[in-house]
């Protein structure tokens, strides 16, 4: 009788020894709550994106559209304020080719008429945005619409010519630094997104060219594509 009445105990006793580590247990798990996600308090993506710049004045209808395009890649940081608003920055490497039409009448950015033609310029940059999310969604991007502004360093400008010689060779001409070109730029930007893919605009408030050179601008507006790189 006492062996099992000492049995009994045994088990007892174990019983409510794991129903008190599991109820230890859930009570932790359950205070810790992630802050980390596409919709949660912090979040850090990459993303890629391809624009054409758009004419938007006959000065400017000296490039070719379609051909010439910029391309970028970047870091994207957003700080969720509530489910409806975030706010944040970005930054990255955007490298422009703005190709030339070759025809009578070009000033940009001499008046010498090559088979080719380019402005290669790359630009180190950062913006703020602020961002509106549409409708209800879990821990995910969803739907959302930016609005912000962007800074940023003319790093690298390069003036570059394609010609055929006389005797059938391509000669390739390339001018870097050119003194011509503003070291900074600025502007604002929109986006309109849907997960991963997002409609983006800039428009450039400041100039390409210094002023003393009075050269009609580069499209100021640029059109594109994005996609964010997150799962």
């Known amino acids: 009788m006492k062996f099992i009445l000492s049995i009994l105990l045994l088990v007892v006793s174990t019983s409510v020894f794991s129903q008190d580590i599991l109820l230890k247990q859930n009570v932790i798990g359950d205070s810790v709550r992630p802050t980390y996600g596409p919709n949660l308090k912090n979040y850090f993506h990459t993303y890629i994106g391809v624009g054409f ?39 990255g490497i955007s490298p422009a080719a703005y190709k030339i039409k070759q025809s009578d009448g070009k000033t940009v950015p001499d008046t010498i008429l090559n088979d ?61 630094g050119l003194k011509y070109i503003n070291n900074f730029s600025y502007g604002a930007i929109a986006r309109i997104g849907v997960s991963r893919l ?18 009609p601008e580069l499209p100021r507006l640029i059109v594109g594509l994005e996609m964010g790189l997150f799962k």
């Open 53 to 91: 710049p758009v004419y938007t004045n006959e000065h400017v209808n000296y490039t070719k559209f379609g051909s010439s395009a910029a391309f970028d890649f970047g870091l994207r940081y957003k700080r969720r304020i509530t489910n409806f608003l975030a706010i944040g920055l970005d930054a």
């Open 116 to 176: 080719r033609e380019k402005l290669q310029i790359t630009s180190i940059l950062s913006s703020a945005y602020m961002r509106i999310n549409i409708g209800r969604r879990g821990n995910f991007i969803g739907n959302y619409f930016d609005l912000g502004a962007y800074g940023g360093w003319n790093a690298i400008k390069k003036h570059k010519t394609y010609n055929d010689n006389a005797e059938g060779e391509k000669v390739k001409a390339v001018t870097s």
């Open 198 to 215: 997002a409609l983006t605009a800039s428009y450039r408030l400041s100039d390409i060219f210094i002023s003393s050179n009075a050269m």
